[in-house]
């Protein structure tokens, strides 16, 4: 079983990429690539976040749109080709799966499958309204599953209060983090508000409840404010300041990262 605390210790400042890949060939968008070339921009990203020194990452769907209301077998087979390429080419990687649509099982099956250390479940606890309808949480099924294939070592992060949706019957910040938690046994916490600001806000809050698991920023982190926000958390997850393009166009989603932009985050990371 995975112990606290040792995939992202508490004291050590951790950076999680975030790899966006490109739309799937079974997406059937304009922008779609074979896999071939999907592979072949995930390695490439990942050996400049590696270069730079990015301790750890996640693959993730994120340009498969509309989100289907469920994993589609589709999804589980792109992010298993990709992932076992990440793994074989880069061993001592940190690596985990976040799946755009919700479930638990398929992330910790794709991650277990490609010898992955994480997860990312954005709607762990309570419920969620969001752009593909209303989601519960799904630490039971979760944990049960983690259990039942063996894969206790894979450690599970959860997302308290997504941005990209409302949460139904709301229960206070501290109230969220202690059940994901505690009651839910999430090994580390995703804190993320509409803008920086809050973002800063909503750590702090969770911060003083002292729950004993890493806290991370799940966006918004850039090399001008990454101090700041490592006051009030254990880590960051980040993609967008890697990239030279943001925004959703054709071309920032298939534009690569950004040596020079890693390299100067995490420089002020480590400064």
Known sequence: MIEKNTLFPVKKPTVIA????????????????????????ALKSTEKAVKAGVPALYIQDLADLPIAPTIQPHTVAYLSVVGAAIRKEFPQLALGVCMMSHGAREPLAVAQAIGAQFVRIKVYTGAMVKAEGILQGCAYDAIS?????????????????????????????????????????????????????????????????????????????????????LQFCNGVIVSSSFKPISGWTKKSILAEWDYDRIARFMQAVND
Do not use: W
């Not at 063996?150 to 910040?173: F, V, W």
């Open 18 to 41: 975030a790899l966006h890949l490109p739309p799937s060939p079974a997406s059937n968008q304009d922008t779609s690539l074979p896999m071939d070339q999907i592979v072949d921009f």
């Open 145 to 229: 599953y983690r259990k039942l294939i063996g894969a206790e070592d894979i450690a599970i992060l959860a997302d308290i209060y997504d941005r990209t949706g409302q949460p139904l019957g709301e229960m206070p910040l501290v109230e969220a983090a202690h059940s994901a938690s505690v009651y839910c046994k999430a090994n580390g916490l995703i804190v993320t508000g509409l803008s920086f600001p809050e973002s800063i806000e909503m750590l702090q809050e969770v911060k003083k409840a002292k729950l004993d698991v890493p806290i991370f920023l799940g966006g918004g982190a850039n090399e001008e404010n990454i101090k700041e926000a």
